[in-house]
């Protein structure tokens, strides 16, 4: 027995002899072991190969993460599919409602428009946190998905009609027209292309775009995930992570095969999550009206002929979640609400001012093909910084009008201050 594994509890370990309930565990009653981990040369252990950066996908490769028994030794990457809901997943597992063993049928599941292979996809220094093929893997790895591996996309492109209230009221007060392919009708329905994704590290490129060595990246995931992925450490020749992090979802308005079009217009927003404010409206901060500017602004680009794209990235909280956030209201509230103490504040209660990282935002423009930005709907340096340093220009930044801040002057005053610094 290697010192990876450990023996399972007898019940698990004789899960055969008693008739199996819905409450046996599904992942572990038919194998003896428990396999904490693996090793590059163990017995059986042959990653499928997987060359990041390559020129198309098949040469590429697919990324296998799943620990199915007849896959546990050739995955070629670490952590598991979903993101954050990786843990769902597991829990479904858990309470026997999903087998462990589960295969997609994906039939039908293609994306609704197919983007074009831009020569970013094959560059293993412009993607390095999201899978290039992630959408197409039904396509690229058809033969083997028959064979029954378990490959899925960590991708998926979909259109839909999107409904803001700020962009019914625009549509009212004359301020956007309804050309009946964008803003479809007078209740202000908006026609939208959409493009979810889930976080794929190429950790090598990952580390290098913070400026950190790949152990040191490696090390303070392992360590500081409760020790969640012990292959950060004991698989060096493993370099692909799906960490169990939240994704971003690209809304593009107009037809999408513009957006690589150099010599169309682009008005983008890149706005990260802030549930409070974008879906329940609070007052204490300008994210919503900022996005629904985003979207306007996104829009009367396309009707006007170029494209417009707000992504949307889930990074609650400037990626330092709810609670942090709350507590840090609460100790601005207390602690006399003024802009200039906002970041000190934060930093009191987090550590830092900002969790969001903006060096791996990028990456999402690079696989759109993006190579111009005419107008860039945020005044945020790092948003801006982080996208100039990636190769991609940004010709005009455009801040949220001040009618659009909430009516109190010394209010609207100290969140433009602040939506000038973070937005
Ligand atoms: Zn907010």
């Keep these: 027995m290697l010192d990876s594994e450990i023996p399972s509890t007898p019940s698990l370990v004789n899960g055969e002899s008693s ?139 979909t259109r839909a009609n999107m409904k803001l209230a700020e962009i019914e009221k625009a549509v009212s007060e004359g301020k956007l027209s309804v050309d009946g392919s964008i803003v479809v009708n007078k209740t202000g329905d908006v026609r939208v292309t959409k493009v979810a994704v889930e976080p794929v590290w190429y950790l090598p490129g990952v580390a290098s775009r913070f400026g950190v060595d790949e152990g040191t990246l490696r090390r303070a995931l392992f360590e500081h995930t409760g020790g969640s992925y012990p292959e950060l450490i004991t698989r060096p020749d493993l370099k692909v992570f799906l960490p169990p992090i939240g994704g971003l979802t690209v809304y593009i308005f107009g037809p999408p095969e513009r957006l690589s079009d150099e010599n169309v217009r682009l008005a983008l927003r890149i706005h990260d999550e802030c549930n409070g404010s974008d879906v329940f ?24 002929g170029g494209s417009g794209v707000v992504i949307y990235f889930r990074k609650e909280g400037r990626a330092l979640g709810e609670v942090v956030k709350y507590l840090v209201y609460n100790a601005r509230k207390r602690g006399g609400d003024t802009a200039d103490k906002y970041f000190l504040r934060t930093e009191n209660v987090a550590g830092v001012r900002d969790m969001r990282f903006q060096a791996l935002m990028p990456d999402i423009l690079h696989w759109l093909g993006i190579k111009k930005i005419d107008r860039m709907l945020s005044m945020s340096n790092m948003k801006h910084d982080a996208i100039v340093e990636q190769g991609i220009k940004i010709l005009e930044r455009v801040p949220i009008p001040e009618g659009k801040l909430p009516r109190s002057p010394s209010r609207a005053t100290q969140l433009t201050s602040i939506s000038q610094i973070q937005k």
């Design 281 to 304: 409206q609070s007052d204490i901060c300008t994210c919503r009206p900022y996005l629904a500017f985003g979207v306007q602004e996104a829009v009367r680009e396309a009707q006007n």
């Design 19 to 157: 008739p199996p309930t819905k409450k046996s565990s599904p992942t572990t009653s038919r194998h003896r072991h428990i396999t904490l981990t693996t090793y590059p040369g163990q017995i059986g252990v042959e990653p499928v190969a997987l060359e990041w950066g390559a020129l198309d996908a098949k040469s590429r490769g697919p990324i296998i993460v799943s620990r199915n028994p007849s896959m546990l030794k050739r995955r070629n990457a670490i952590g598991a599919h979903g993101g954050s809901y990786s843990i769902y997943n597991a829990l479904a597992i858990a309470a026997g409602d999903l087998p462990a063993d589960f295969l997609p049928d994906f039939r039908n599941t293609e994306p609704t428009f197919n983007f074009p292979c831009q020569p970013a996809w094959a560059d293993a220094t412009k993607i390095v946190s999201l899978d290039p093929y992630g959408h197409d893997i039904v396509h690229q790895f058809k033969e083997r998905l028959d064979d029954g591996w378990d490959i899925r996309p960590t991708m998926a492109v």
